[in-house]
């Protein structure tokens, strides 16, 4: 039995499950039941990770599904695809674990609420294995519904009007992003005659010329969206600030590396030759992204708004790996990738327990002296800022040390390499400003909330239960990728070659 294909089926299957006998289950056996899931879904991908032999894509599936236009269910894992997976499905189950001690408003509300994360775990794995473009594009489609009604119907309480519109946000922005990138998809059909993705990558340098480069276009586009890349990032701080918990961890954590990682799949690995003549303005965008982010990071009263604008700023460094188009570039992308899923997560369960306990994310409402009246938050809010600017030995800071590196190559005229020596420089300059700002804003921050005298609050109860449980679990993933990278490194480069094949 094929292993990535169980792995896929199986939360779809919990999920028709969970809406027909919600009625018999409670909100803690529907939470833990979302919990076993997405654990078996992380064995089951690592057992079968494991048990392949290493050449070409594990477990690989090729079955025709619509025969009449060649489309094929066709899905598989590499090096750069498995650490995604793996980190989806281990987050997915923290989210269901915080749902254990901190049910959605509405009785017995949690088993459609994990349903609907079943819903997204199954698409996106589909995106992350799928080697269809087609079939990409479907479970690419397939997440938003479910995040849409995650959004509006269990956002910020306060605000019903403020929740749905930005869940309307979220949604318009990425289907018009969807539309593109389906255009870019069509063309590619109409110039290769095909949608498998590995029929198309081995094809290289032969799909280029104008009608090339405007697929390249539309695809990018569409996925700079979810990534998202500046400036077409204006729906996600909307969408973080009012989403539940759950939501704003799903939507760092998993949903950006749908576009991050639709970039290395499709765009570089399917049209090198245009993904070269765009890699420049790619670059560009990005570390006009980490800079723009990081100054409205400054500006910030919300701590939920404040990491919703740091995301943009840490993708921005993916960008920047990406457009390098050098192996080091293409290894930083998956592994800030990965490490700021983790990080963000922290970061973003920490601001949820915080604002469950205040009724708010606002910095100034939290007060000061956060050391001295929830020392356990405090710390493991300390702890995840300075992961999240990169302090070394921890997750946050190989990613981004080795997109400075990748630029840093492509200014010195590496060969191969997707910028400009002129441009790569102007641009290592303006990521480095962008390291100095994401220290500033975050350092305001623990100055703000942790340190100063301390101002008592009914609220100030501190970390306990499933909280505490995940905040272990992710401090410990945030110390392993920091002190052995290898871990991630080691699956990753195998399969860049493949990734840069035409691109070089």
């Known amino acids: 039995m094929n292993g990535l294909v169980v792995a896929l089926a199986l939360p779809a299957v919990a999920a028709l499950l969970l809406v027909v006998l919600r009625d018999m289950l409670t909100d803690r056996l529907a939470a833990w039941a979302g919990v076993g899931v997405s654990v078996v879904v992380a064995m ?55 749902l254990v001690d901190d049910p959605p408003r509405g009785d017995n509300a949690t088993p459609g609420l994990v349903g609907l994360l079943m819903v997204v775990l199954t698409a996106s794995i589909g995106v992350f294995a799928a080697l269809d473009l087609v079939l990409f594009f479907v479970f690419f489609e397939l997440a938003l519904i479910p995040m849409w009604f995650v959004i509006a119907r269990w956002g910020d309480p306060h605000d019903p009007v403020g929740r749905r519109t930005a869940a309307t946000r979220f949604l318009l922005y990425t289907v018009v992003g969807s539309a593109l990138m389906l255009v870019g998809f069509v063309t590619v059909w109409a110039l290769a005659g095909t949608v498998q993705i590995p029929e198309l990558a081995a094809l290289g340098a032969q799909l280029d010329g104008g009608w090339a480069l405007f697929a390249a276009c539309m695809i990018a586009l569409g996925l700079a969206v979810k990534t998202p890349v500046w400036p077409l990032h204006l729906w996600l701080p909307d969408a973080h600030a009012k989403a539940p918990t759950v939501g704003s961890v799903l939507l760092a954590a998993v949903f950006l590396k749908l576009g991050t990682y639709g970039l290395l799949r499709v765009f570089v690995a399917v049209l090198p030759g245009p993904a070269r003549d765009l890699a420049p ?31 943009v ?30 990080v963000t997560a922290l970061l973003f369960f920490n601001a949820g327990s915080l604002k469950r306990r205040f009724g708010t994310a606002e910095i100034s409402v939290l007060g000061r002296g956060m050391y001295a009246r929830m020392p356990a938050l405090a710390v493991v809010l300390a702890f995840a ?13 190989w990613g981004e040390m080795m997109a400075l590196r990748g630029t840093y190559e492509a200014a010195a005229g590496a060969d191969g390499a997707g910028l400009g020596e002129a441009l790569a420089a102007v641009l290592l300059v303006g990521a480095l400003l962008g390291v100095l700002l994401t220290s500033a804003y975050f350092l305001r921050v623990l100055r703000r909330t942790l340190q100063g005298v301390p101002t008592p609050h009914d609220a ?36 860049i070659p493949a990734i840069l094949g035409g691109a070089r």
């Open 313 to 342: 700023g840490h993708m921005g460094f993916v960008v920047l790996g990406i457009a390098t188009l050098t192996e080091i570039g293409i290894a930083a992308a998956v592994f800030a990738s990965v490490a700021h899923g983790v």
């Open 44 to 98: 089951l991908l690592l057992v079968t990770w494991v048990g392949g032999d290493g050449d070409g894509y594990v477990a690989e599936v090729d079955l025709v599904w619509v025969r009449s236009l060649d489309l094929h269910l066709h899905l598989g894992m590499d090096g750069i695809s498995f650490p995604l997976l793996l980190m989806t499905a281990l987050v997915t189950a923290l989210v269901c674990w915080a």
């Open 385 to 397: 800022s300075v992961a999240s600017l990169g302090l070394p030995g921890l997750a946050g800071f």
């Open 281 to 311: 303005w790619l670059g560009l965008l990005g570390v006009v992204g980490i800079v723009v982010a990081s100054l409205a990071c400054l500006r910030q009263a919300d701590l939920k708004r404040l990491i919703a604008y740091s995301s």
């Open 460 to 495: 100030d109860t501190d970390l306990a239960g499933s909280e505490r449980g995940i905040a272990i679990v992710l401090v410990v993933a945030v110390l392993v990728l920091g002190l052995v990278p290898g871990l991630v490194m080691g699956v990753v480069e195998p399969s």
